[in-house]
């Protein structure tokens, strides 16, 4: 399952709102709003908040929603790019 499902349907077997979710971790209902649509994923904080409300293993919300395993490879990728891609520019020009 993908971690925003798994993320909206912790939730609401809490019988929880976003608005009442996100009071309880410190972030805005619109973040929650996001990770449950999938627009964006929760930074380490915010999973281990999640994990300790709902009581579930970091393991399983990460292996299970691996969606955001990927994003962060890909995320990583990215910054080695770039650094690549300068370290180039600044080869070429001087």
């Known amino acids: 399952m993908e971690l925003n499902l ?3 349907q912790e939730r609401q077997k809490l019988h929880l709102t ?3 979710l996100a009071e309880k971790i410190f972030v805005s209902p619109k973040t929650v709003s ?3 649509t999938g627009k964006t994923f ?3 904080e915010s999973l281990i908040k999640l994990a300790q409300l709902y009581h579930l293993s970091l393991d399983k919300l990460l292996v299970e ?3 955001i395993v990927k994003d962060i490879e ?3 990728r ?3 790019l770039k650094k690549y891609m300068w370290d180039l520019t600044f080869l070429i020009l001087f």
Request: net charge negative; aromatic share 4%; charged share 35%.
């Open 6 to 8: 798994i993320l909206k």
């Open 18 to 20: 976003q608005e009442q």
């Open 74 to 76: 890909k995320k990583t």
């Open 42 to 44: 929760p930074d380490i």
């Open 78 to 80: 990215l910054t080695s």
């Open 34 to 36: 996001n990770w449950e």
């Open 65 to 67: 929603g691996s969606d």
